[in-house]
């Protein structure tokens, strides 16, 4: 009897899926869609958290501005010292057959590294728990999206999608995330590895409405492997803010804030 009652909720969760008549395409396609202003202003705290539980504190002022389809994005490292000066910039294309650009400025080397597709891909963003990819706005055809549930998480319904990416290059082989149906935005994510086991797992929480626009003001990276987690804060988040495109070039990159 229990067998049979398992299998009768999971064809009840995969039926209720299906009623909806949305694809994980089409989930993805409108949490992109989810409407954030043209303009958007943030600082940002960003704490390292080793297995041990030693932090360090990062902080950021972030910019972005929506060109069409595509998303330009620059921040700025203010503290503490040893990398304050530190900028990032990066250009997001809709299209999935274009690769984004990315680059990290080092003050201490006086230096811009361009930042290649599969660095991108497998590579950490200044220590955190996040890839550079993560730090960017993700084209929907990346990858492969896939329907899989509707569940209540915290209280509110959400769609469960995977997400299997096209590039075999990335660093997990899938993810998993649980969209908020009210407002469109991530609340859970997990990443399995080439092995299909866990590798890090993303929470969002603290969402609510700023100038109209949902908003998250906390999001915890974990590295579940290691024992390594990354939060980050959000803070004074604005949108549709006065911002100059040419905020968004190597060069302002370079001269830093």
């Not at 600082?43 to 932090?55: A, D, N, V």
């Not at 006086?110 to 220590?127: A, L, P, Q, V």
């Amino acid at each position: 009897m229990k067998r049979i009652s398992t299998i009768i909720m999971a064809l009840t969760m995969v039926f209720a899926a299906q009623a909806t008549g949305l694809t994980g395409r089409d989930i993805m396609q409108k949490v992109k869609n989810r409407a954030d202003g043209d303009t958007r202003y943030a600082t940002i705290e960003m704490t390292l958290i080793q297995k041990s539980g030693h932090k360090r504190v990062r902080k950021l002022e972030s910019w972005a501005m929506d060109v069409g389809k595509d998303t330009k994005k620059i921040m700025f490292f203010t503290y503490p010292g040893d990398v304050k000066g530190t900028g990032f910039l990066t250009w997001d294309y809709d299209n999935s057959a274009k690769t984004d650009d990315k680059w990290l400025y080092l003050p201490a080397m006086k230096k811009t590294r361009r930042i290649s597709g599969k660095s991108s891909k497998t590579d950490y963003f200044m220590g955190s728990d996040f890839t550079y990819n993560d730090m960017s706005t993700r084209s929907v055809d990346e990858e492969q999206h896939k329907l899989l549930r509707e569940e209540t998480l915290g209280g509110h319904k959400c769609w469960v999608v995977q997400s299997v990416p096209n590039d075999k290059d990335e660093i997990y082989a899938r993810r998993v995330t649980w969209i908020r149906q009210d407002c469109l935005m991530a609340v859970k994510g997990e990443y399995y590895d080439k092995l299909n086991k866990l590798h890090r797992r993303l929470t969002i929480s603290n969402i609510e409405k700023v100038q109209g626009f949902w908003t998250m003001h906390l999001m915890q990276m974990e590295n579940v492997q290691t024992g390594h987690k990354t939060v980050i804060r959000m803070g004074n988040q604005r949108f549709n803010v006065k911002v100059s495109p040419n905020l968004f070039t190597v060069s302002k990159l370079e001269k830093g804030l």
